[in-house]
Every structure is written in C-alpha cells, then in structure tokens.
C-alpha cells in the first residue's frame, strides 16, 4: 500500500506542480504582454513626464496587485517585516506598516534610479542651480557642514562664509548672555522677539518649543525669554510684548528679503514700541535690533536703522526660506536664549542625517525610504492627505513646521521640463501631537478617509512621571498609545471579532474597522537638541526626495506671490476709503466691491 500512496501522491504532486506552472506561465505571460504594451505605449507617447515610464507604469500595475492585499495579512510576514526597517545613528524607521511588499521596494527604487536620483542629491549638496526657476543653488546642508568642509558656489567656498557668521553669533549672543552687550540704558537684554513669519519663524520656534522643556534648555534659558512675532494682526503684537520691558528687550528682524509687508511692519511696529519709551534716538534701534537676511538684503538692513557691521547675521539666496532653521535664522534667536552650544548640537543631529542621506544605499536610506513612500501612497494608491504625529508634546509646534516645508516645496504642477503634471504631487499635511489628535481626528483616520500617517515617539521622555500607586509612568503610558494606534489603523477589526465581544447585530456594522491604514513609526532615544536636528534633516529630506522622483523644483514658491500683490491692490482702496468717508471702492468684480464698503 505504501508503494501505491508513493506512486499516487507522486503523480498527484507532479501533476498539480505542472497546473502550477502552467498557470504561473500563463500569469506571466499575461503580464509580460501587459509591459509590452505598456512600454509600447510610452514610446509611442514620447512624454518626458515620469508616468510615461516603463518603471513609473510597473508601479501601477503593481499597484493593482497590492489592492488586494490586507496589512493583516501582510503584517504575518516575518520575512517581510525582518525587512521593513531602517536605523541610522538612534533613529529606528518601521515602515512594515505601509501597503507595500518587498516587490514594492524594489519597483520604486528602480523609479529612483530611472529619476537619477542619487545624482540628483548629489546635485544638490555640491552646490548645483538646481533651483532652476530662481537659478540658485540648495544648500541647506552647507549650514552644517564641518568647518574643514568645502562646498562651492561661483567659486566661492559656502562652508567658510557659514563657519564666520557662526562665530560673529557666536561671540555676539555669548556677549549678550554674559551682560557685556546691553541695551541702550545699561540694562540686560533678556527679553528676544523673533520677528518673522513662514520660513523665518515656523521652523526656529519648534525649535524653542523642544528646548523648552529639554534640561539642558531649561538650564540654560533660566533668566531669559524668547516669542515670536509672526502675524501682522496686531493682536499678536500685544500678546507678544504687553508685559515686557522694552529696555531688556532685543529685537531680532527675521527676514531673508527684508520686504516682506507682514514681517516689516511688525518690525516698524516694534521699532516704534522702542523709540516710544526710550526716545525717537537712532542709538536705540543701534543697540535693540539685530536684523538675519540675506546678503542681498544689506541696504534694506542698513535703511532700517540697524548697525549692519555687528548686528547683523548674513545669510545667503542658496537658502530657502523653509530650509534656513540652520542658519542665523534659527542660530540667532536660539543661542540667545539657550545659548550656542545648545544650537550647535542641533546642527550635529542634522549633519548626521545628512551624511547618511548622501551616502546609505537607498534600500538603508531612512529619507529616501520615506520619500519613496510617499510617492507611493500619493501618487500610486491616491491618499491626498498624510499626517504627523509625534507622541511628545514638546514637538507640538512640528506638524506645522512640515507643512510649511513640505506643502510650500511640492505644491507645483510644472515639471521641469516646462510640462504640467498628469499625475498627483503634493500631499496635504497635518497633525498634532498624541494622544491629543487621538480624541480629535483620529475617528477619521480610523474609519473615514485614509491617510498614511507618520508616528514619532522616543524610548525616553524629557521628564518622566510616575505615580505611588501606577505600575506604569506617564511616558510608558503615552508610548502604549504610540505603539497600539499603528496596529489599529492596519489590522482593524472585523466583524466576526466584533461579534464575538457580544455586540448587538444593528451595531456590529458601526463597530467594524476596516484597517488596512498605513502608517511609519520614527522612534528615537530622546527628545534632545541634537535628535531635533536629525528629525529635522529627515523631514527637510523627504521632501526633497519626493520632489525628485516628480520632476518638480522643491524649491521655489511663485505660488504665494499672487495673494501679495492683490493685497495691495486692497490697500490701495482702503488708503482711498480711509482719505473720505464717502469714498465707494469699484474693486476688480461686484463681490470684492461690495464686502469692502462693507467692511470700511
Ligand atoms: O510665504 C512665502 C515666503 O516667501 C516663504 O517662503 C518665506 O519663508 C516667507 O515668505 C518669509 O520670507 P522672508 O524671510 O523673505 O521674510
């Protein structure tokens, strides 16, 4: 009997074997004919856009195959989430909970290398126009370049002119914190407002946000205090200064064209408040306003009244605005409330990404990873939206800083090869820290629309707590919400499970979670100066990443320049409306018209 099972169970297997095969042919060839036809078509389409690529086109049709995959089932793969990780100096990076396989990976990097994307990074930090719209170069990586370093532009070596006004804000704001520096009647300077807005602002007050609480930054902030000034409403100007003293007080003009209206009029606004207790004398803006622009800017800086030979902190047009937190802008006001060592180590967290951005292999890469996986959700499985969620609270002020850095960098439709985009680029970004978003948005996340979301957390807390009578502390409390929201989103819940806790059959429906929600966990050692500049880097990187492999410029911005200019079409009717009182304003069209005798 045992010859005959061997003999059957033979012929069974070669027979189901051969079915295999022949089936696995069959699907093969099916989808060789596919890419066939679809490299076909792309020739004969001749479009310089990306989409038109047989890589860009495998990726949809994978897309097709990931459609019917479950992150329930996905998730079960040991091999697979063996994989899915990524670390580099701390930073742990857990993607196993994106929709995606290995497969997956290895499509989008073929994208990546037909987008030249590894030259196109090396483009960037050696100082190449590749901001070809304003026709400058993208250096933010300069900012934290070692001084021993050379990066050049125009013949000129950037790492030098970076590393001396790194020691001009070095010796002024030790000047200031030590008391040698003073303000016009003798008195320290302790109080800082930071006048700016966008990128001149967002990114050096999550900064501040962070040191806040961090010990070292509390040590060293004891005795100071520093805001900002962003919007031209006036009651941010009353919130900021109300309670202070002038004369302790040190303006800091952020501005890297020094014409922006909202940031000059509060720098005109705060000129008066000075001149207003101490006297309309030109030595009192010498002594109380430091000015960060750009180069370019020194005669508007000079006009202003400030002393352009000692207080004032250059930086340079291969900055953009979004990507300048490393430089005076964020150094300037940072180091005098925190002081320089502080500020250097942020620069050293950021310089660590950026030294494995330029040098890991893509599939080790934490930023090339995550911009990969952006493209994917974005323009492949169509998630419009993406959030941040960092569980620490002293990144509260991050989610906004990404937004700006992420939504003002690809919201474009030009390729550039002067092209219109025939695919999505640009996600809307949002968040808030957890648990908070938690009993906000997150019933969306979880059962409206999806969107990919990123969690960042740290194995310690700046400040741990923990009760007598709790076995956990309130950081472990916070992580268990960090670790358990990544595996709702995916796994979800079915409606067998929900049954078996004894729901009522009308609810079961209600109480279903689909799951199959992607999400990335960041996790790092702790919330340190220094693990704010990687964090910093990574983000500043992703994007760049994403912009790459869309064939857009990350780094202009044209499309804020419109609203400018129709708002001083509205200034010049309500200087017209003010002059008398009779005056009717004939705006572009009846609607503005009328809302604006409205309003006067
Ligand atoms: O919002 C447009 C923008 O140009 C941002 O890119 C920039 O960060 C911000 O305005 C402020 O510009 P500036 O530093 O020149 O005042």
């Given at each position: 009997?045992?010859?005959?099972?061997?003999?059957?169970?033979?012929?069974?297997?070669?027979?189901?074997?051969?079915?295999?095969?022949?089936?696995?042919?069959?699907?093969?060839?099916?989808?060789?004919?596919?890419?066939?036809?679809?490299?076909?078509?792309?020739?004969?389409?001749?479009?310089?856009?990306?989409?038109?690529?047989?890589?860009?086109?495998?990726?949809?049709?994978?897309?097709?195959?990931?459609?019917?995959?479950?992150?329930?089932?996905?998730?079960?793969?040991?091999?697979?989430?063996?994989?899915?990780?990524?670390?580099?100096?701390?930073?742990?990076?857990?993607?196993?909970?994106?929709?995606?396989?290995?497969?997956?990976?290895?499509?989008?990097?073929?994208?990546?290398?037909?987008?030249?994307?590894?030259?196109?990074?090396?483009?960037?930090?050696?100082?190449?126009?590749?901001?070809?719209?304003?026709?400058?170069?993208?250096?933010?990586?300069?900012?934290?370049?070692?001084?021993?370093?050379?990066?050049?532009?125009?013949?000129?070596?950037?790492?030098?002119?970076?590393?001396?006004?790194?020691?001009?804000?070095?010796?002024f704001t030790?000047g200031v914190r030590s008391g040698n520096i003073r303000g016009y009647t003798g008195k320290r300077l302790r109080n800082i407002i930071s006048v700016g807005?966008?990128?001149?602002?967002?990114?050096?007050?999550?900064?501040?946000?962070?040191?806040?609480?961090?010990?070292?930054?509390?040590?060293?902030?004891?005795g100071y205090n520093l805001r900002f000034l962003?919007?031209v409403?006036p009651v941010d100007v009353e919130r900021t200064c109300a309670d202070l003293d002038p004369e302790e007080t040190l303006i800091i003009v952020v501005s890297?064209?020094f014409?922006?209206?909202?940031t000059m009029l509060n720098a005109r606004t705060m000129r008066q408040w000075l001149w207003d207790f101490m006297g309309n004398d030109k030595e009192v803006v010498r002594k109380h306003v430091v000015a960060c622009a750009?180069?370019?800017?020194?005669d508007k800086v000079k006009e202003f009244g400030i002393d352009t030979n000692n207080y004032f902190f250059?930086?340079?047009?291969?900055?953009?605005?979004?990507?300048?937190?490393?430089?005076?802008?964020?150094?300037v006001p940072?180091?005098l409330?925190?002081?320089?060592?502080?500020?250097?180590?942020?620069?050293?967290?950021?310089?660590?990404?950026?030294?494995?951005?330029?040098?890991?292999?893509?599939?080790?890469?934490?930023?090339?990873?995550?911009?990969?996986?952006?493209?994917?959700?974005?323009?492949?499985?169509?998630?419009?939206?993406?959030?941040?969620?960092?569980?620490?609270?002293?990144?509260?002020?991050?989610?906004?800083?990404?937004?700006?850095?992420?939504?003002?960098?690809?919201?474009?439709?030009?390729?550039?090869?002067?092209?219109?985009?025939?695919?999505?680029?640009?996600?809307?970004?949002?968040?808030?820290?957890?648990?908070?978003?938690?009993?906000?948005?997150?019933?969306?996340?979880?059962?409206?629309?999806?969107?990919?979301?990123?969690?960042?957390?740290?194995?310690?807390?700046?400040?741990?707590?923990?009760?007598?009578?709790?076995?956990?502390?309130?950081?472990?409390?916070?992580?268990?919400?960090?670790?358990?929201?990544?595996?709702?989103?995916?796994?979800?819940?079915?409606?067998?499970?929900?049954?078996?806790?004894?729901?009522?059959?009308?609810?079961?429906?209600?109480?279903?979670?689909?799951?199959?929600?992607?999400?990335?966990?960041?996790?790092?050692?702790?919330?340190?100066?220094?693990?704010?500049?990687?964090?910093?880097?990574?983000?500043?990187?992703?994007?760049?990443?994403?912009?790459?492999?869309?064939?857009?410029?990350?780094?202009?911005?044209?499309?804020?320049?419109?609203?400018?200019?129709?708002?001083?079409?509205?200034?010049?009717?309500?200087?017209?409306?003010?002059?008398?009182?009779?005056?009717?304003?004939?705006?572009?069209?009846?609607?503005?018209?009328?809302?604006?005798?409205?309003?006067?």
């Amino acid at each position: 009997p045992n010859v005959a099972w061997e003999h059957h169970h033979r012929a069974t297997t070669s027979f189901v074997h051969e079915r295999l095969q022949r089936r696995r042919g069959q699907r093969d060839q099916t989808i060789d004919k596919q890419q066939q036809q679809l490299e076909g078509d792309t020739k004969r389409k001749r479009s310089p856009l990306v989409s038109a690529t047989p890589e860009w086109q495998r990726l949809e049709l994978h897309k097709l195959e990931i459609e019917n995959q479950h992150l329930r089932d996905l998730l079960k793969d040991e091999e697979r989430s063996q994989a899915m990780f990524a670390e580099h100096d701390g930073v742990y990076l857990d993607y196993s909970r994106q929709r995606a396989t290995l497969k997956t990976l290895q499509l989008l990097q073929d994208l990546a290398k037909r987008q030249r994307l590894e030259e196109r990074i090396q483009d960037m930090v050696s100082g190449k126009t590749i901001n070809f719209t304003e026709k400058r170069a993208v250096l933010h990586t300069a900012l934290r370049a070692d001084p021993d370093e050379q990066i050049f532009v125009d013949g000129e070596n950037v790492v030098e002119d970076v590393h001396q006004v790194l020691n001009q804000i070095k010796t002024f704001t030790e000047g200031v914190r030590s008391g040698n520096i003073r303000g016009y009647t003798g008195k320290r300077l302790r109080n800082i407002i930071s006048v700016g807005i966008g990128g001149s602002y967002l990114g050096p007050e999550f900064l501040h946000e962070v040191l806040k609480t961090e010990p070292d930054g509390i040590n060293s902030a004891l005795g100071y205090n520093l805001r900002f000034l962003a919007n031209v409403d006036p009651v941010d100007v009353e919130r900021t200064c109300a309670d202070l003293d002038p004369e302790e007080t040190l303006i800091i003009v952020v501005s890297k064209t020094f014409t922006t209206a909202e940031t000059m009029l509060n720098a005109r606004t705060m000129r008066q408040w000075l001149w207003d207790f101490m006297g309309n004398d030109k030595e009192v803006v010498r002594k109380h306003v430091v000015a960060c622009a750009s180069v370019s800017a020194t005669d508007k800086v000079k006009e202003f009244g400030i002393d352009t030979n000692n207080y004032f902190f250059r930086f340079w047009d291969w900055v953009g605005g979004r990507y300048s937190v490393c430089s005076a802008v964020g150094a300037v006001p940072i180091s005098l409330m925190y002081g320089f060592d502080l500020f250097e180590q942020f620069l050293k967290g950021a310089q660590s990404i950026d030294r494995h951005f330029m040098t890991a292999p893509m599939d080790k890469n934490i930023p090339i990873i995550m911009g990969l996986l952006g493209v994917w959700n974005h323009s492949f499985l169509g998630y419009k939206t993406r959030t941040t969620l960092p569980y620490a609270e002293a990144l509260l002020r991050l989610p906004s800083h990404i937004q700006q850095l992420d939504m003002e960098s690809n919201g474009k439709v030009m390729t550039r090869h002067g092209i219109e985009v025939d695919y999505p680029v640009g996600e809307i970004d949002f968040g808030e820290p957890g648990t908070n978003g938690q009993h906000s948005f997150f019933q969306l996340l979880h059962m409206g629309q999806t969107a990919p979301c990123d969690f960042i957390g740290f194995c310690q807390s700046q400040h741990d707590l923990c009760l007598d009578d709790e076995s956990l502390s309130s950081h472990d409390e916070l992580m268990a919400n960090f670790f358990a929201q990544p595996d709702a989103l995916a796994n979800g819940k079915t409606a067998d499970e929900v049954r078996a806790e004894g729901i009522e059959e009308d609810l079961v429906p209600h109480r279903t979670f689909k799951g199959n929600r992607p999400s990335m966990s960041l996790l790092l050692p702790k919330l340190t100066a220094y693990a704010t500049g990687q964090l910093l880097a990574i983000y500043e990187h992703r994007t760049a990443v994403q912009g790459f492999i869309w064939d857009i410029n990350s780094f202009d911005q044209w499309g804020v320049e419109l609203g400018k200019k129709l708002a001083n079409d509205v200034k010049a009717h309500l200087v017209d409306a003010r002059k008398s009182e009779n005056h009717v304003i004939e705006a572009s069209n009846p609607a503005s018209s009328r809302i604006l005798n409205y309003y006067v």
